[in-house]
């Protein structure tokens, strides 16, 4: 797989985990510890886009 | 770890063409202009003001027409609601997470909020430049500092924790107790001021017995928050104190880590250009300087901050520009000798533009002197007069007169000006942890009413 192919897939991956973060997020309100857990792990993915140059 | 052999934290970004980089720069800029001009009164009042919104930003001479943001404009619109860094804040007060400020060297500390993805933001440019070091998660980093209001090594720790390092704070302890656990440990890096991590060396000789390159585990030191381990003297000396490889790193609270020296040390900074975007201006006239070689003022944007966020601001870091490509494969833009000094520092005296930094590496290259100097600027009736203390070596009663004739010559070549030199035994002058206020401009001080 060439480098462009390989960070499409990454790419495609981490907006993967941004929809379920989002939907998790959505369905853990008045769940503190699931809540806020999936806020801080939407930073991170939002990290990940900016590493592959989103 | 099989990625422990990648040379680059980020082997895509760090190694883009300059064109794919520009694409890239632009794309950002737009955004995060988008955002603030939607998010925030301050940002939205200012650019409105000349009548530039967000589609009218499409190149890069389009964001040169963009006003610039100084440090005073932030202090005047903080302190208010939402409180308290007023409107200039993007997001709403709940998802603020970290709070920093700025030392308040150059007046009111300016505060600085983060959200998460801020954060994640600063920890990663920060594991860019360790990792572009030669940081690995192998690495034991201790980190001697106060663990406080000022951003500091903060991110420095997270980035460390987020290579895989096993990161040892060391807040509280004194500089003794800080070396002793070091050894301890056998840490193999840290980080520090240029001026905190000779204090240390000289600290570890005269109140422990210990010599930091003999007794010593550290290979790495990051030095961070003034310049110096990029000024060549500086460099040499704390290497030969730790035996270790001393790698320089700048950035500010209100801008993130913009730039860093790799592992090859080429004597010059990488700026972190798919972060960050550098633009520079003739320090007299304000016109854009592009040619290599030249001398340019700062102006530099974080492409990616949002809670509050730093647009064209002025930072008064005072670079050389440089067009040579570094042997470690990074397109990232190369500024020869770092920051070279703060657009406040850098005066006119006798008609000729003096930098501290200069005196610096000569003050640091001669031997038979500590690592402590003061410079004095003045006034005698309409003549400008420079008086530069330095200190004799722990022992020495008296400067030999080869010493204060090298010193004279030296200072004559590099900076093109004549000084009045005091000489004072060892242990005179004052020391510093943090920053050092080495540079005393009293010219300035008289005028001000």
Known sequence: MNEQARREEM???????????????????????????????????????????E | MKNDGSPYWNPYLETLSREELQTLQLKKFKRIFTWAYEHSRFHRALYDSVGIRPEDVNTFEDIRRIPKVEKSMMRSVQGKEPYPYGDALCVPLEEVTEFRQTSGTTGRPVYQPDTWQDWEWWSECWATLLWAQGYRPIDRVFLPFGYNIFVAFWAGHYASEKIGCETIPGGVLDTKSRILKMQELRATAMMATPTYVLGMADTAIRSLGIDPSRDLSIKKITCAGEPGALIPATKKRIEEAWGAKVFDHAGATEIGAWGFECADQPGALHINEAMFLAEFEDPDTGEPVTEAGRYGRLVITALDRIAQPCIRFDSKDLVQLSDEKCSCGRTYRLLTGGVVGRADDITKVKGVLLAPAAIEDVVRSIEGLSDEYEVIVDKKGDVDTITLKVELLEGASEAPSSLIERLHTELRVKTNLGYKIETYPYGSLPRYEVKARRFKDLRKQRSQP
């Open chain 1, 11 to 53: 790419l495609d991956m981490i907006i993967a985990m941004e929809k379920l973060a989002e939907k998790l997020s959505a369905v853990s309100q008045r769940f503190p510890a699931i809540e806020r857990n999936a806020k801080r792990i939407k930073a991170s993915i939002a990290m990940m886009k900016l590493n592959l140059g």
